[in-house]
C-alpha cells in the first residue's frame, strides 16, 4: 500500500483520529497543533529513531525521510506523548488506538500493520513455528510495505547506532521506564488486552 499523502498533510489529518477516538473516550481529547519534521531527520535516522518529543518545548518532531507508510504512526504515536503518555508502550498502544478510529482507511491499515508486525514478532520470539504458520497467512502487500521499512533502516545502520540506542536506553529508565527501550515492545500485552475486550 501507498499512502497517498504528502507529510504535511499527513500531519493535518492526524488530528481527526484523536478526534475520532474522543467521541467514545473523551479523556484523549487533543488539542495540541505543535507538530513538525524535524530539521534533524538524517542523524535521527541515522541513530535509528523516527520521532521523539521535545522535553522542553513538548512539541512533536517526525523524521522527515522515513517511508510514508510508517509516517501515521509515528505522527500519532508522538501525539499520544503531548496528551502525556510518557511510557512508550502506552504511546504506542494510544497511537493505534487513533489510528484504528480514524476516518481514513491509509491511517487504519498504518495502525493495523503496525500492531501486526509487533504481534508477529512477540509471537517469532516465543513461538517460531507458530510464527511461520502466521506469517504465510500475511497479505503479501504488507509484508512488501515490511520489508520496504526494513530495507530503508538498514540503509542507516551504522557503527554508532548501538551507543545511541544505549543512551536513549538509559534516558528511559531515569524517567521511570525500567525496561528501558525494550518498553516499546510491551505494546503487545495492551493489544492483546484491548482485543480480549473488544471481542
Known amino acids: 500500500v501507498d499512502i497517498p499523502y504528502e507529510r504535511e498533510e499527513i500531519y493535518k489529518k492526524s488530528f481527526l483520529g484523536y478526534e475520532s477516538l474522543a467521541a467514545s473516550f473523551p479523556q484523549f481529547e487533543f488539542n495540541y497543533t505543535s507538530l513538525k519534521t524535524s530539521t534533524y531527520s538524517t542523524p535521527l535516522t541515522y541513530m535509528g529513531f523516527s520521532g521523539y518529543l521535545n522535553p522542553i518545548t513538548n512539541e512533536a518532531q517526525v523524521d522527515g525521510i522515513m517511508p510514508l507508510n510508517k509516517m501515521p504512526i509515528t505522527v500519532l504515536h508522538e501525539q499520544a506523548h503531548q496528551l502525556g503518555y510518557a511510557a512508550e508502550n502506552e504511546a504506542n498502544f494510544v497511537g493505534y488506538l487513533a489510528a484504528i478510529h480514524h476516518p481514513d482507511a491509509y491511517f487504519r491499515y498504518a495502525g493495523y500493520t503496525f500492531a501486526l508486525r509487533y504481534c ?41 547506532e548501538p551507543i545511541f540506542a544505549k543512551t536513549f536506553d538509559t534516558y528511559l529508565k531515569a524517567n521511570q521506564q525500567k525496561q528501558g527501550i525494550k518498553s516499546y515492545n510491551y505494546v503487545v500485552g495492551l493489544l492483546v488486552a484491548y482485543s480480549q475486550i473488544e471481542n
Not at 513455528?129 to 545502520?157: A, C, P, R
Open 120 to 160: 508477529l514478532n512477540e509471537l517469532a520470539q516465543r513461538d517460531r513455528e507458530s510464527f511461520e504458520i502466521y506469517l504465510k497467512k500475511v497479505n503479501k502487500g504488507i509484508l512488501k510495505n515490511y520489508q520496504e521499512s526494513t530495507d530503508f533502516w538498514k540503509k542507516y545502520e551504522n557503527p554508532f
